[in-house]
């Protein structure tokens, strides 16, 4: 009894180990899966991240560049909004994946991580100048300005003056006054020539040069109205009256047109999207492409070191296996 008892006793105890042994497997297995799972979940969600900031990236820049070419105040200022609103969803997703890589990043990823950082400080400190500029589109007003009250009052003036020659060719001083006439319009003619060149130049250098001859033209143009006035025939005319009144409009408008001109808003705008705009972005893209790529290709144990491009759909593979 004594020897049955303990063959009894040591069967139960084998059998206590062996299943011991099974449930410690399975457990040991089930938390193995759940450790993978966990990881490429944490792998999927750095990943998104980037993804995420690549196209808002993408975005920011689209609108930026529709906030430059608009032609309307409300359209630049709409463009520019999204532009805006597109940064900020930026510095919200890089918050995040930046406490994220600091809970679990590999050092590779973190220093991707602190060149964009850098860099994208470049890219708002850019894009806030270039979206100030864009939404005041003083080039875009001065030109409506030139081909619009600019042009009429000049067209109206040539019209006075063309009825004031037509008007005196019988008279003693129809030479005197056609020339002086067509002395007017020629000169006047040749400021308005130079608004546009003013409007799309870069160059102070360039606007003084052209300012300049435009000085020189209205000298003349005053000049020659003054001679006009001064002719006894014309004392009173209303032709000549109607010349002198719009060209005083003209330059008022042409001041306008050149302060607009001077503030180059459009200009400059363009030229910084063409130029240091583009090449932040395309090396915030480089970048954040590096940075996607060193998280993708970081090793998982249990999973063959095989580079996983789509974290989430593997992911969902271990999960399945699990149930």
């Known amino acids: 009894m004594t020897i049955l008892s303990c063959r009894k006793e040591l069967l139960w105890m084998t059998a206590g180990a062996v299943i011991a042994l099974v449930i410690m497997f399975f457990v040991h297995h089930f938390k193995t899966e ?24 993408a975005l920011a820049s ?60 470049d890219f708002q400190h850019i894009d806030n100048e270039l979206l100030d500029l864009a939404v005041k589109n003083s080039n875009i007003k001065a030109y409506s300005l030139a081909f619009g009250p600019a042009a009429d009052t000049l067209k109206e003036m040539d019209s006075a003056l063309s009825r004031l020659v037509a008007k005196n060719t019988e008279t003693a001083e129809a030479k005197n006054v056609a020339m002086l006439a067509f002395g007017i319009q020629a000169a006047a003619l040749r400021i308005q020539t130079l608004l546009a060149p003013h409007i799309a130049e870069e160059s102070d250098k360039k606007m003084d040069d052209m300012e300049a001859l435009m000085t020189r033209e209205d000298q003349q143009v005053l000049k020659n109205l003054s001679n006009l006035a001064a002719l006894p025939t014309l004392r009173g005319d209303p032709d000549l009256a109607t010349a002198t009144m719009d060209y005083t409009r003209f330059n008022e408008v ?10 180059n808003t459009n200009v400059r ?8 705009k583009r090449k932040v972005s395309f090396l915030c893209q480089d970048i954040l492409s590096a940075l996607q790529q060193a998280i993708l290709e970081e090793p998982i144990a249990g999973v063959n070191n095989v580079v996983v491009s789509n974290p989430r759909s593997l992911q969902a593979e271990f999960s399945g296996k699990g149930n």
């Open 34 to 57: 759940q450790n993978i799972t966990d990881l490429l979940s944490f792998k999927a969600r750095r990943a998104d991240l980037v993804g995420r900031l690549r196209l808002n990236l």
């Open 254 to 263: 042409r001041g306008r047109i050149l302060v607009l001109s001077r503030e």
């Open 269 to 276: 705008s363009l030229a910084i999207s063409l130029g240091q």
């Open 62 to 121: 689209e609108a930026e560049k529709s906030a430059v070419l608009a032609v309307t105040d409300k359209d630049s200022q709409t463009f520019a909004d999204q532009a805006r609103s597109a940064t900020a969803e930026m510095e919200r997703e890089l918050k995040e994946l930046g406490e994220l890589l600091a809970i679990g990043g590999t050092t590779d990823e973190k220093s991707h991580l602190d060149q964009f950082t850098k860099v994208f400080t």
